[in-house]
Nanobody, 118 residues
């Protein structure tokens, strides 16, 4: 079982920045991939950013050039740096961890609210 705790959400003005953090209860060096999803009101949950253990990253087209995902194995933490935020980025952001053994298991954090508004 993996527990994920997000922090760093809040209210920010358009054009502003926020950094989300996600701390895992286990060594993230053992986790195949970690990332962030988000869900806006009335919309489906969508992938925002993924960081695979080998270093490969993937970002949704809507956030490329504005968001950066990074991973600190020593702190068992991943980060999502969000710059040039706009109201369309308003959502609950969820941290995810994907572990591959004999099966694929995905774990979710409780979510942190990000609101972009003037």
């Amino acid at each position: 079982q993996v527990q994920l705790v997000e922090s760093g959400g809040g209210l920010v003005q358009p054009g502003g920045s926020l950094r989300l953090s996600c701390s895992a209860s286990v060594s993230i060096s053992s986790i195949y991939a970690m990332g962030w999803h988000r869900q806006a009101p009335g919309k489906q949950r969508e992938m925002v950013a993924t960081h695979v253990r080998g270093g490969e990253t993937d970002l949704a087209d809507s956030v490329k050039g504005r968001f950066t995902i990074s991973r600190d194995n020593a702190k068992n933490t991943i980060y999502l740096q969000m710059d040039s935020l706009n109201p369309e980025d308003t959502a609950v952001y969820y941290c995810t961890a994907t572990i591959i053994t004999t099966k694929v298991s995905r774990y979710w954090g409780q979510g942190t609210q990000v609101t972009v508004s003037s």
